[in-house]
């Protein structure tokens, strides 16, 4: 079947309605993004025929829950290439996921380690281990970019010692779009004994990662991103680190035997799934994985890749824009501005003519430190966007240069 992007749209109910008296144009895709209908039917599905409790009851219910909730795990084991279904722990996102591995390591740190972080995080991947570094004595390094977003592996090499214990790099800068080597990164790494953190949440819409191939300690990522539910993600770990780190929550769910003078906690991957989680969210996060299947990773990518040359040479056609993030490799974000022009103003010009996209420092302030800019505005394309809303981009985008210079 090949790529038909008209028909793919007819699975988006959101991008059939109008905004402020226009047909929408969402270009917020790396802040979340849109929900085919499939995603929606299985939220629907589950609350309307078979609503209970898992892992507990021995009712019907509960049993189809179950199963449901376990085959989303198995669905997501298998897309990521992950060893076995117990390293794949349900999150509620990539901010818990990284949270949870930060507190673990609390207990393995000690003065004098060093960890390594990119330029280009999100500050998600920054403030827990800055955290950590306060309770532990432990040092934060940075692996620096150059002016196009991209890592300077020559400096990393140098970073990198025995002193090192962590690594954490995203896979895709979202303010960015920069693709950063992180097979290459995790054998440096390894080499020095330094195990390696993947934030994987603005990758996983546009491509499928290999954990097993990249040899990753750990990788987070959230369903909201790639055509699932918000509040859900999940968290890979090796068996041997999620064994090692203590349990992130108590509660019910991750415990083997409670009594008040001792506590055995339950086997992976519960240890880490304390309480009721978010089933509907779980089993939707399989939905929008075999969604995304069915299309293709390697379409959606050429795609993309298309749509992003187009937008990238309509845009730059614009007197006085500059985009930020012009790496060799990289997705469909287009970051930039307008001398002169605050992002803001641009961003509230083009809503008004029925086009989202995103203003501001993209939870990346780092990298608007290093660019010595308040923000940006940010046009982020998925699959299901178009040539023709590119040039309504492009338009709206002239008219908000003409009023406001
Ligand atoms: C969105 C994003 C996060 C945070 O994800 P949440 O779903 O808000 O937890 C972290 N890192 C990157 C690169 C992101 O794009």
Known sequence: MSFDVDNIRKDFPILQREVNGYPLVYLDNAATSQKPQAVIDAIVAY??????????????LSQEATDAYE????????HFHIGKPEEVIFTSGTTHGINLVAN???????????????????????????????KTGATLKVIPMNLSGELEMDVFNTLLTEKTKLVFVNHVSNALGTINPVEEIIQKAHAFGAAVLVDGAQSCAHIRPDLTAWDVDFFVTSAHKMCGPTGVGMLYGKKEWLNLLP???????????VSFEKTTYAELPHKFEAGTPNIAGGIAFGAAIDYLSKIG????????????DYASKQLLSIEGLKIYGTAENKTSVISFN???????DIGTIVDKLGIAVRTGHHCAQPIMDYFKIPGTVRASFAFYNTREEVDRLVAAVKRAKNMLS
């Open 104 to 134: 673990g390591f609390a207990s393995l740190l000690k003065t004098g380690d060093e960890l390594l972080v990119s330029a280009m995080e999100h500050h998600s991947n920054i403030v827990p281990w800055q955290m950590l570094c306060e």
């Open 247 to 257: 349990p992130y929550q108590g509660g019910g769910e991750m415990i083997k035997e």
């Open 338 to 344: 307008i001398d002169g022009i605050h992002p803001y």
């Open 297 to 308: 990773f390697e379409e959606i990518a050429r795609y993309e890749n298309e749509l992003l």
């Open 71 to 78: 085959q989303a795990r198995q669905k997501i084991q298998q």
């Open 47 to 60: 609350y309307s025929h078979y609503n209970a409790n898992i892992h507990r009851g021995v009712h019907t």
